[in-house]
């Protein structure tokens, strides 16, 4: 059986070699939990190297729900361009700054449930949001969490969610906190979808290595 705890410990000693991904850089950064979020949103479908400068440009401009729902969605686009569907993410983002002033006295909420009633959220960024920008237990599963946590026969799943729903039974809660960082880290740099870097991967010895083709 793989053991998760000290595969996830061996990780996080080798962490401090990688890039941290952009929303865990920005929750170091900001420590604000609007920045927290849009920069999730931005990030969807789109490259670190494209969400960092990009948020950083639209936070020039913008810090708040109020402050961006005075920018138009045309210029909200010229801004965050060229992030994944930028004009689609341009109109969410006037939304999600609406329904928090509407609803949330221009707060974000704290809670799973009312952040997937947001625009433009959802379980991802909800459960990222949680655990970057206020601390509380979630599990965020994105493709890399997915993928990796198959890898190693930890868990058998189809989807991501499906893999939130079988981490969320069976990864002891202490092992939650910062689970997406470190495996979004891990999966950018080692552990990467296609031919992963086996050879040089600290988990080599003990990986089952479920599903892997080519690897270097
Ligand atoms: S040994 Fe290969 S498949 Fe297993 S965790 Fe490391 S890089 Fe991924």
């Given at each position: 059986?793989?053991?998760?705890?000290?595969?996830?410990?061996?990780?996080?000693?080798?962490?401090?070699?990688?890039?941290?991904?952009?929303?865990?850089?920005?929750?170091?950064?900001?420590?604000?939990?609007?920045?927290?979020?849009?920069?999730?949103?931005?990030?969807?479908?789109?490259?670190?190297?494209?969400?960092?400068?990009?948020?950083?440009?639209?936070?020039?401009?913008?810090?708040?729900?109020?402050?961006?729902?005075?920018?138009?969605?045309?210029?909200?686009?010229?801004?965050?361009?060229?992030?994944?569907?930028?004009?689609?993410?341009?109109?969410?983002?006037?939304?999600?700054?609406?329904?928090?002033?509407?609803?949330?006295?221009?707060?974000?909420?704290?809670?799973?449930?009312?952040?997937?009633?947001?625009?433009?959220?959802?379980?991802?960024?909800?459960?990222?949001?949680?655990?970057?920008?206020?601390?509380?237990?979630?599990?965020?599963?994105?493709?890399?969490?997915h993928r990796i946590t198959n890898r190693w026969g930890y868990v058998t799943t189809r989807?991501?969610?499906?893999?939130?729903?079988?981490?969320?039974?069976?990864?002891?809660?202490?092992?939650?906190?910062?689970?997406?960082?470190?495996?979004?880290?891990?999966?950018?740099?080692?552990?990467?979808?296609?031919?992963?870097?086996?050879?040089?991967?600290?988990?080599?010895?003990?990986?089952?290595?479920?599903?892997?083709?080519?690897?270097?």
């Amino acid at each position: 059986m793989f053991d998760v705890g000290r595969a996830l410990a061996v990780l996080r000693r080798a962490m401090p070699a990688w890039q941290a991904p952009v929303v865990a850089e920005f929750a170091r950064e900001r420590r604000d939990p609007f920045s927290i979020l849009v920069s999730c949103l931005l990030s969807l479908r789109t490259r670190d190297e494209t969400t960092g400068p990009a948020s950083r440009r639209l936070f020039r401009l913008a810090e708040t729900p109020a402050a961006l729902l005075r920018l138009s969605s045309r210029t909200i686009e010229r801004t965050i361009y060229p992030v994944g569907f930028y004009r689609t993410k341009a109109r969410t983002l006037r939304a999600l700054a609406q329904t928090l002033l509407d609803h949330h006295r221009g707060r974000v909420p704290t809670d799973l449930d009312a952040l997937l009633a947001l625009p433009g959220v959802g379980r991802k960024t909800a459960n990222l949001v949680l655990t970057e920008a206020f601390d509380l237990p979630g599990i965020c599963v994105d493709t890399h969490v997915h993928r990796i946590t198959n890898r190693w026969g930890y868990v058998t799943t189809r989807t991501p969610s499906a893999t939130e729903m079988a981490l969320r039974a069976t990864l002891p809660r202490r092992e939650w906190r910062g689970l997406n960082t470190l495996l979004v880290a891990f999966g950018q740099t080692i552990c990467r979808p296609l031919s992963p870097r086996c050879s040089s991967c600290p988990l080599n010895a003990v990986c089952p290595r479920r599903g892997v083709g080519r690897a270097r």
